[in-house]
């Protein structure tokens, strides 16, 4: 039975009658509401907008929940939205169970679910461009925005005040545990909707949090915590690296029993760690401590969470990502400090900061008292240790070289954590912008849009200096959308009451999809589908129109400096001119020059893609050129700590591909790079794919089994064919630089100095190996499949320069092997003469 059916029939459809089928649902699960719960559920039926200000644990996803039973009682469209994709769509599935999949819809930007629906799971940025495409005529009756904090994030603030400004129809529910001072929201938007406005806060957790500041040695605090049965332990870091680390370091410490280590290697099973952060971390977990970081494989993450929840992972090392929504079962939160780099300086923690992280202690059902540790400074951690073992002789304490604060340090003591524990979350700030897809949305509605934007300019959270920037920028926009052809004024309103109008065809649900993607449908008339790298330059088009990786272009950049540092030294350029020739070198940014002179000419008849700048760059392209796997890759640029951003980014390119590339201009060679790269993602980790998919047919809920799903990597034909030319193209590439100890780590049975002898031969007869587009072409590729023997035998013909073509590489290609790889294993049996 989902919570629908719960819903009162007939005209029994009042406050009362929608509160008690809630309540009565509620309490059949065996919950019993808190009183903040029931004060908020009672405003929510009766019509009210709701502030929910409480702490982590204190069931503000059942009151919102609560808000969409309503919105289906008044037959009215709900919409929920959340800060990241991730928590969208884990929310969609979460309200398909209790709803039914018929009543639930997803809209992320990239893709679109049951858009139909009466609830909508969606990010705040698709909400808002629907706020701005149809303003008070949207067909909007509950709004529910969870983690109304990111309001005040800088870039992307705009999004969570725009509903506020442009949906006066609907109800609000706004919910996050640090809201601060909201008596601006309550009065504001009791102004706007004409509905009271209630503000129900509380300060009391569900599970009371203990606090305590150490000075002893951090492996000393986890044992002794872990003696106090107070895991699971959340330690909490500020680096990705500090956090690995950290979790090498205690795997001294005797975390598990004999019992519950056996229990961890059961539910681990078959999971394949094939990455080398993925093998650190089954060494990791087995010894029952997790890692827990953003810039891990979704699976790996998936994977600490469940045997988390298991309560198995008695330590987790982690980031302060933890205070996103991440659903790890926590008794004890330890912060390694209280102070952290920003991205522009070192400073202590805000006190929004500290309270989404302390307050995921304590697990409300489970826990009658979280715990919340500080960490002293090392320095002083360190002082007091010599202190301590100085005794109370005045003398010996006196003579204790003290150890001093890193030269740059921002530090904290116990003060400064008693004051975190009482400081009040800082007042949110209005973060709101103009653009031309603002412009445009507000020109395209209905109505007087030079009203809708007057009043939008005018009646914003900003102070009078920042409206009359606002005002100045969107003047700027409407006369460069004027000059450019793009909009048009009339000298007397139409029929939908329009003073101005767009002249051009805007893209179906423009502004909620992804903006360069018209763009890159133009771009792709500029290619020449006779070049040899044709399907490499479509992909290079689909790669400028996505968010830049900047973790992998940094690492690009850094590898191409150092290749550049030591070709100059060879050729005995000065220091001085090889520090000014630096700074030219960056990554590689295929089609640039293309590009940007299609980005100008397209903009000047769009202008409102001049709010997503073009960016050139070559990831998904450079590992296929350089014809490496995931592992290759990651190792090559040196990005283990970030193996998870290279697969999102990856999957975001075959996404791409398979949404913005028309079928009309698919040739073979881009067939079968969009089939190896799809298959090279679900071969890391198929969750993205998956719920990707899942996601288009939703047939089932997602896998809540430990194991991954595993597809045979060969059932893909076609995909593994293209591994397969790969595999022996990057050989052939290794061989053409002379790089024989390189290939004997990949062919360690055939042995480096048998690559040497074999190349040595081949020299003697041809001048060079030529890599080009032909040499890694289908046409060099002899193939002969012997199902019988579980196995391809394999020819890769050397592409010399006289065209002989006399020359290759045999192999063998083990497809059980490939299997349980998740890649292409061969056997290389000779490199020799036909």
């Not at 919105?71 to 939205?81: D, H, I, Q």
Request: proline share 5%; with cysteine; glycine share 6%.
């Amino acid at each position: 039975m989902t919570l629908l059916d719960q819903l009162p029939t007939g005209d029994d459809l009042g406050p009362d009658s929608l509160y008690a089928a809630f309540e009565s649902w509620v309490s059949g699960r065996g919950i019993t509401l808190y009183p903040a719960q029931e004060e908020a559920l009672i405003e929510v039926v009766s019509g009210a907008n709701v502030v929910l200000a409480t702490p982590t644990g204190s069931g503000k996803s059942l009151v919102a929940a609560g808000a969409l039973f309503t919105a289906l009682g008044r037959e009215e469209v709900a919409f929920y939205t959340a800060p990241i994709k991730a928590l969208v769509s884990e929310k969609f599935f979460d309200l398909c169970e209790m709803f039914g999949r018929e009543n639930v819809g997803m809209m992320t930007g990239d893709a679109s679910v049951n858009a139909d629906a009466p609830i909508i799971c969606c990010t705040a940025e698709v909400l808002a461009n629907i706020a701005l495409r149809d303003g008070a005529d949207a067909d909007i009756g509950v709004v529910v925005m969870d983690e109304f904090h990111f309001y005040a994030e800088p870039e992307r603030g705009w999004a969570w005040q725009i509903p506020l400004l442009e949906l006066p129809q609907a109800q609000f529910l706004l919910m996050s545990a640090t809201l601060g001072d909201v008596e601006f929201f309550r009065t504001d938007l009791t102004r706007r909707t004409g509905r009271p406005t209630a503000v129900v806060s509380s300060a009391e957790r569900p599970v009371p949090l203990i606090y305590d500041y150490r000075v002893t040695p951090l492996h000393e605090t986890i044992e002794e915590l872990l003696a106090e049965r107070k895991a699971p332990i959340y330690l909490v870091h500020f680096t990705q690296a500090a956090a690995i680390e950290r979790a090498q370091s205690l795997m001294s410490v005797n975390v598990c029993s004999k019992e519950e280590k056996a229990r961890i290697a059961e539910l681990i099973g078959g999971f394949r760690f094939t990455t080398k952060f993925g093998r650190n971390l089954s060494r990791f977990v087995r010894h029952g401590i997790g890692v827990h970081h953003a810039g891990m494989l979704p699976k790996y993450r998936r994977l600490v969470e469940r045997l988390a929840q298991a309560g198995l992972l008695k330590v987790i090392c982690g980031t302060d990502t933890l205070g996103v929504g991440v659903n790890v079962p926590i008794r004890t939160v330890v912060f390694t400090a209280l102070s952290k780099y920003d991205g522009t300086r070192v400073r202590r923690l805000r006190a929004r900061e500290f309270h989404q992280i302390a307050g995921r202690a304590g697990r409300a059902g489970y826990d009658t008292v979280g715990f919340v540790v500080a960490q002293a400074p090392e320095h002083v951690v360190e002082n007091e240790k010599a202190l301590a073992k100085a005794g109370d002789d005045p003398k010996k304490r006196r003579k204790v070289q003290r150890k001093k604060a890193p030269e740059g340090f921002v530090g904290w003591d116990a003060e400064t954590f008693a004051k975190l524990q009482t400081a009040a979350p800082e007042v949110l700030r209005s973060r709101f912008q103009v653009s031309h897809a603002m412009l445009l949305s507000v020109i395209a509605r209905p109505g007087n849009a030079y009203q809708a934007m007057k009043r939008l300019l005018t009646d914003n959270h900003e102070d009078p200096a920042a409206r009359r920037r606002h005002i100045s920028r969107a003047i700027a926009i409407y006369r460069s959308l004027l000059a450019g052809g793009v909009v048009e004024s009339l000298p007397e309103p139409d029929a939908q009451g329009r003073w101005a109008r767009i002249t051009v065809d805007l893209q179906e649900d423009f502004a909620l999809n992804q903006p360069l993607s018209t763009f890159a449908l133009a771009a792709f008339e500029i290619l020449d589908p006779s070049s040899a790298s044709y399907a490499l330059d479509v992909l290079s088009v689909i790669e400028a129109t996505l968010d830049d990786p900047r973790q992998i272009l940094a690492a690009q950049e850094n590898k191409a400096r150092g290749e550049a540092v030591q070709a100059m030294k060879a050729e005995g350029i000065e220091y001085e001119e090889r520090m000014e020739l630096l700074q030219d070198v960056t990554y590689a940014k295929p089609l640039e020059e293309e590009l940007e002179a299609a980005y100008e000419v397209y903009r000047a008849g769009h202008p409102w893609v001049g709010d997503h700048p073009l960016s050139p760059k070559s990831v998904v392209r450079d590992m296929y050129e350089r014809a490496m796997t995931f592992t290759e890759y990651i190792g090559y640029y040196e990005l283990a700590r970030a193996e998870g951003l290279v697969l999102r980014y990856l999957s975001g390119a075959y996404k791409a591909l398979q949404q913005t590339v028309p079928e009309s201009i698919k040739n073979d060679d881009l067939i079968d790079l969009i089939e190896w790269l799809g298959e090279l993602v679900r071969q890391v980790d198929s969750s993205l794919l998956d719920e990707w998919e899942q996601l288009a047919n939703p047939a089932a809920s997602p896998d809540e089994i430990v194991e991954e799903r595993v597809t045979r990597v060969t059932a893909n034909a076609r995909a593994f064919r293209v591994l397969v030319r790969n595999a022996l193209f990057r050989r052939v590439e290794l061989a053409a630089l002379e790089r024989y100890s390189d290939l004997g780590a990949l062919d360690p049975e055939f042995g480096a100095d048998a690559w040497a002898d074999a190349m040595d031969a081949y020299y003697s007869e041809h001048d060079e190996l030529l890599t080009g587009p032909d040499a890694r072409g289908p046409k060099l590729l002899q193939i002969e499949e012997v199902p019988a023997d579980g196995l391809w035998r394999v020819r890769q013909v050397f592409d010399d320069p006289a065209g002989d073509h006399d020359w290759g590489i045999s192999a063998e290609i083990d497809l059980a092997g490939s299997d349980e790889a998740g890649e292409a294993v061969l056997r290389v049996l000779a490199v020799d003469r036909l």
